[in-house]
């Protein structure tokens, strides 16, 4: 069993800079991808971006590109999301989640967004909010 804690999460401006991480608690043995969630109230889960942990390729929504990275410290067993230019509307809670198997950053995106239920391991979850 697989668990992931989320950190990082808060309050900031429009313009404004967040980094979210996860930890997981198996990585090497356990993990073929990483993926960050996000979900407004009243909104469907939407995905954000996903990262094939053995190579360390990565995939992003359009909605997120070139505004958020994700990224890894293996040995740490963490993935991080900085988010840069915040936006109103990127106010969610995040939540990372890992899936056993995957075939590369992309088809885990797609996976995201369409089969969500696939991924096996969820964080809590963290509070992202941005002010206009």
């Known amino acids: 069993q697989v668990q992931l804690v989320e950190s990082g999460g808060g309050s900031v401006q429009a313009g404004g800079s967040l980094r979210l991480s996860c930890t997981a608690s198996?990585?090497?043995?356990?993990?073929?991808?990483m993926g960050w969630f996000r979900q407004a109230p009243g909104k469907e889960r939407e995905a954000v971006a996903s990262?094939?942990?053995?190579?360390?390729?990565?995939d992003y929504a359009d909605s997120v590109k070139g505004r958020f990275t994700i990224s890894q410290d293996y040995a740490k067993s963490t993935v991080f999301l900085q988010m840069s230019s915040l936006k109103y509307e990127d106010s969610a809670t995040y939540y990372c989640?890992?899936?056993?198997?995957?075939?590369?950053?992309?088809?885990?995106?797609?996976?995201?967004?369409?089969?969500?239920?696939?991924?096996?391991?969820w964080g809590q979850g963290t509070q992202v909010t941005v002010s206009s």
């Open positions: 198996q990585y090497k043995h356990g993990i073929g991808c």
């Open positions: 990262i094939y942990t053995a190579a360390g390729a990565t």
């Open positions: 989640a890992a899936i056993t198997r995957c075939a590369g950053a992309v088809q885990a995106l797609h996976v995201m967004t369409n089969q969500y239920s696939q991924y096996n391991y």
